[in-house]
């Protein structure tokens, strides 16, 4: 996976929205902005692997963090 990959396809989307919007085919324009959601998120997985790649030792942190605060609503 890579940001690039997310932003093409983000594009592709944006584009495959506009074709439905002015061909009047709401199905081309769902997947338009599906495929634009998941480009997007696509990016935002990237870039969070980056921010845990720079600092470890504090999303190891938050993770525990998280972890102990779910287990403690969950009993």
Do not use: C, H, W
């Not at 997985?45 to 030792?57: A, M, N, S, Y």
């Not at 999303?59 to 102990?68: D, F, K, N, Q």
């Amino acid at each position: 996976m890579s940001e690039f990959g997310g932003a093409a396809r983000n594009a592709a989307g944006r584009a495959q929205e506009a074709v439905g919007e002015a061909a009047g085919d709401a199905r081309t324009r769902a997947e338009g902005l599906y495929n634009q959601a998941a480009g997007e998120a696509q990016q935002q997985i990237v870039r969070l692997g980056d921010v845990i790649k720079e600092q470890p030792t504090v999303s190891v942190l938050i993770a525990l963090g998280i972890g102990y605060l779910l287990g403690r609503l969950t009993r």
